[in-house]
């Protein structure tokens, strides 16, 4: 493939662009979308995946010998099998081949309809930006008006394709307790024992417990963890969606918080973030994530135990739901913004739901008069 995405830093921020090896000139419309994306405060993480869907479509279109914004000129069904070429390309493994024709691990159909996405993103960008390229014909424009409980209207947009391919149904694997338990007692440190108690207490993402800062994100008094969007942590930890929110932890975690502040005062008294490294050259610097998945890899092949970030994320949705909270206040627990995406961390057993069943038609069970049909 002829493209390369690239990086340039510029202090603490990030900025992707694509280059065309063959002329080594940057592609300005792609690049242009990625610098936008930054200004909005995507985070650089969401900005890298755009940047790797919008530089395979590129190798796509090379093969098939098209400029990106030819594709405006293709009729409805032309747009549509030229997309869903995208798709199957993708699933073959086509934007992973190798300099000797072999091809790595191919990608499953929800990440290809994820790059399919980001690509249709790029697209909007583009009419928005030169509105002489009209509009894509295989997105079709729905409008919805909602009117929520007090009577306020919100007009609901989006654009759709028909060609996805078929999903699998995917919910992510929730942390057990007993597996946390022995994660814990297999750690060697007090910072490593923290930073799995929190992830399990509040449910953050790894990004965002990293970017906490002891001082001015944490409510002492009344034992209260704070989530803060920041663009210059120095680890390069970052809140989802600029987001601000705060998470109580309990009483004996709070404890477990202050001896770890005590045991290594000496370390976190020259900065300001909670989790730093204890030893090795980089003591005192903020702790990053790929050191968090270095741990926890360790901690796998130790006791044979699987245990990730996100997997705590799950745990923390499911003892609530266990506990009896209700979806919206997990779901602003977790930071999303859909209330589909906290169903899906949710492990909705058929117990459960036979169970909740049985309760509402021994309440219930004469509402529609069938009994009196027989007669």
């Known amino acids: 493939m002829s493209y390369k995405v ?21 592609e300005e419309l792609p690049s242009k979308y990625l610098m936008h994306k930054i200004k909005c405060r995507r985070s650089p993480n969401t900005v890298k995946r755009s940047a790797f869907a919008i530089c395979y479509y590129m190798g796509y279109m090379e093969e098939k010998e098209m400029e990106l914004t030819e594709v405006y000129q293709l009729d409805y069904e032309e747009q549509t099998e030229h997309f869903v070429g995208f798709l199957y390309w993708l699933r073959v493994g086509n934007h992973t081949k190798q300099s000797n024709g072999k091809m790595k691990k191919c990608p499953n159909q929800g990440t290809c309809n994820a790059y399919l996405k980001d690509v249709f993103r790029f697209y909007l960008f583009i009419e928005a930006e030169y509105e002489q390229y009209g509009s894509l014909k295989t997105l ?3 409008q919805i008006i909602a009117v929520d409980q007090v009577g306020v209207k919100k007009v609901l947009r989006n654009h759709s394709f028909k060609g996805y391919l078929k999903e699998e149904e995917h919910r992510g694997r929730a942390a057990k307790e007993n597996q946390i338990v022995t994660i814990l007692q297999a750690c060697t440190n007090r910072r490593d024992q923290l930073l799995l108690l929190l ?11 990293l970017g906490v800062k002891y001082v001015k994100d944490i409510d002492y008094k009344n034992h209260m963890i704070r989530v803060c969007f ?7 930890a970052r809140a989802k969606n600029a987001e601000y929110r705060s998470a109580k932890i309990s009483n004996d975690t709070f404890e477990f918080l202050m001896d770890y502040l005590a045991r290594y005062r000496k370390i976190l008294q020259h900065q300001d973030y909670l989790f730093v490294n204890i030893m090795g050259d980089g003591i005192g610097k903020p702790l990053k994530v790929d050191s968090v998945y270095d741990m926890l890899a360790r901690m796998e092949k130790k006791t044979g135990v699987k245990i990730t970030p996100h997997m705590l994320r799950h745990y923390f949705a499911n003892m609530r739901k266990s506990a009896g909270w209700q979806l919206e206040m997990i779901s602003q627990a977790l930071g999303h913004k859909h209330l589909d995406t906290t169903i899906k961390y949710l492990d909705w057993l058929d117990d459960e739901l036979i169970e909740a069943s049985n309760t509402f038609y021994e309440q219930h069970s004469a509402i529609y008069g069938a009994d009196r049909l027989l007669e």
């Open 6 to 26: 690239e990086t340039i830093k510029d202090g603490t921020e990030r900025y992707f662009y694509i280059r065309d090896l063959d002329t080594m000139a940057i």
């Open 140 to 142: 079709s424009y729905n």
């Open 199 to 209: 992830l399990a207490e509040t449910g953050y993402r790894i990004g965002e417990l």
């Open 230 to 236: 920041r663009e210059d942590n120095e680890n390069e």
